[in-house]
């Protein structure tokens, strides 16, 4: 079977790099075809589906997820539906619906849509793609790290931590999931929130998962009230260090990104970019650190733009 994602560059960032004084490594997934690392997880679950019968896929994401699922099913030509939210926006939706799926507008909140995603899978041939939680989702963005461990070798380095950023824990789970199957078990983790958003970290806290009352920080994509029980249950088998940074923290690690890197990536992305952009303490054992670009499709030069003027950066 080949994949749906294709093989994304290992850069080293130059000027982090220097100013931190550590080999800073970038895992390019912004560049995957649907703007994001989910086409890994949701491409293979996608494909998986299709393999085993599957006539129509119905993920209930307006976000990343969504897209990525929209993609997946036009290249593996299935039918697609995509709920959304009545939150969403009209652009959203006209995106979606632009590579080809269908989208479906219900519920005020995402429980609602979700429920209304699930009534209908009931129908036969159809199947669920949930955003982050089920294991061929953690097994397709795993492959990220047998990529990153491949170029890594070929480039003559390594690293010696990971950072990433969590909502729901997909990708989270997927990139452990990648470094045990690599023989890197040793290898901790450095899990990224933006406040408001910080599911994963009132989890360690309370030492089981909790469901937050509400999503406030700007990182919507990082939006996930509880995480995944896989994301939870690998901060008890892994070195996992539980980071949250503010909003304006995210957004102007992003802005300094794009203006370095030439490369627009969402404020989510930006939360795991800001640890090594605003020196976190967290970093300071490690001497060459990977980031995971995850990238997204929820930015713009204007919402860039907006959010620099709202944080007053
Ligand atoms: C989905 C997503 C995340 C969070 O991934 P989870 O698997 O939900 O933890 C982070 N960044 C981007 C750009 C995403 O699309």
């Known amino acids: 079977m080949t994949s749906l994602h294709i093989h994304t560059a290992l850069l080293r960032h130059p000027q982090l790099s220097v100013a931190l004084d550590k080999q800073v490594l970038l895992k390019m997934e912004n560049t995957q075809p649907a703007g994001s690392f989910k ?20 993920c209930p994401s307006g976000g990343n997820a ?11 030509g299935i039918k ?35 429920q209304r995603a699930l009534q209908l899978c009931e129908q036969p041939g159809s199947v669920y793609i949930p955003p982050f939680d089920h294991p061929d989702i953690w097994d397709g963005n795993a492959t990220m790290i047998d990529e990153a461990v491949l170029q890594a070798r070929e480039l003559g380095v390594d690293f010696d931590v990971v950072i990433c950023s969590v909502g729901g824990g997909g990708l989270m789970s997927g990139v452990l999931s990648g470094l045990h199957r690599n023989g890197l078990p040793h290898i901790p983790l450095i899990a990224v929130e933006t406040e408001g958003a910080a599911s994963l970290h009132a989890a360690v806290q309370a030492g089981e998962r909790v469901t937050l009352p509400a999503i406030t920080s700007i990182a919507s994509t990082l939006g996930a009230k509880r995480v995944a029980a896989e994301c939870f249950a690998w901060t008890q088998r892994h070195e996992v260090h539980s980071v949250v940074v503010s909003d304006a923290q995210a957004v102007a690690a992003t802005l300094a990104f794009a203006d370095q890197m030439r490369t627009l990536v969402e404020p989510a992305c930006g939360a795991a970019l800001a640890v090594a952009y605003e020196k ?11 980031i995971v670009v995850c990238g997204g499709i929820g930015v713009s030069l204007a919402t860039l733009a907006n959010w620099k003027a709202q944080f007053s950066l």
Not at 66 to 76: D, E, K, T, V
Not at 85 to 105: C, H, K, L, M, Y
């Open 66 to 76: 969504g897209f990525a699922a929209a993609f997946a099913g036009a290249a593996l």
């Open 280 to 290: 976190l303490p967290v970093l300071a054992p490690y001497e060459r650190p990977l």
């Open 39 to 58: 086409l890994r997880g949701i491409g293979l679950l996608c494909q998986r589906a299709v393999a085993a019968g599957a006539s129509h896929l119905i």
């Open 80 to 114: 697609t539906t995509i709920l959304v939210p009545e939150t969403t926006s009209a652009e959203v939706g006209r995106r979606i619906r632009e590579i080809g799926a269908e989208v479906i507008v219900h519920g005020s909140v995402w429980d609602e849509t979700n």
